[in-house]
């Protein structure tokens, strides 16, 4: 069975692929099992996707000891403040019928909340040993210093969109800058990917997918994890197949040379900061 190699951050190892499990009602614990069982260690689930449940019980189903299972969860928007931080920690542990978990996110910044106070309740759960490691989604390189700067306890990662219809070489290169890794969301593009000419070549030539090409070009920046979804037990076991095969220099740029002005998917207005181009 193969495993994905873990990626060192401030005493974090995560593992460089993860199962994304967004998207109510399609991800089910079946799938979180299947990826357990294909290799999976890496499971990525947030308060808001409704999905902790599920990836409990899959967790549970698959037999794979919690001990080597890299567990992320992450705090919305809404409950930034430290009292409602607090209380979302424990509901998401509950739900997952955990007693930590590894890795603790912001899941979006919100400015009408210090982040002072959230950087505060989310060192507490770590010292509270409700989570391994913290980290923050969605932070432009400014706030990230800033979260940084004010969090008593190291960040392991800043979870981003990142693909290759997205040039995200500022933020891949803050990441490393500052250690962090970088935790790729929308690794596929949401699907946008499938049908692209340059990917599809490549992947003939290679015997690969689109999906596995986007997703090596990811792995071979070397501080990226990479967490796609996937709902079929098929593509979940291909896109943690990408560590026989590598990528030339020629093939790095032509897929880099992807990126596109309307690349970005997550863009919730009102809520996203001025991203990093
Ligand atoms: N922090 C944040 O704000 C944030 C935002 C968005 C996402 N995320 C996280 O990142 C994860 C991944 O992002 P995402 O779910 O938006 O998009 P994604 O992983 O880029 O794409 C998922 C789509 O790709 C398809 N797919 C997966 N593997 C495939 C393969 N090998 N070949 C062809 N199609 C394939 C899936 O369909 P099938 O199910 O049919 O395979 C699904 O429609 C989320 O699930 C979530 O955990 C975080």
Redesign the pocket.
Known sequence: MQLAPRLPAHGAEIPAIG?????IG??RAEHVAAALEAGYRHI???RK?GTERAVGEGMRASGVPRAEIFLCT?VSHENLHAAEFARSVEQSLKALGVDYVDLL?V??PEKNTPLAETMGALAKAKRQGLTRHIGV??FNIAMLDDAIRLCPEPLVTL???C?PYLDQSKVIAACRARGLVLTA???????R??GDAVLAEIAKRKGK????VALRWLMQHGIIAA??????PE??A??LDVFDFALDDDEMRRIGALRRADGR??DPFGRAPTWDV
């Open positions: 199962l994304g499990t967004s998207g399609d991800v990525d689930t947030a996707y992450k996110l899941h979006w989604a969605n979870q981003a969109e693909h969301y929308c690794p596929l593009g949401r699907g990917l499938r997918t689109f999906a596995q967490i796609p979804r996937s709902s079929n593509r979940i291909q896109n998917i997550a």
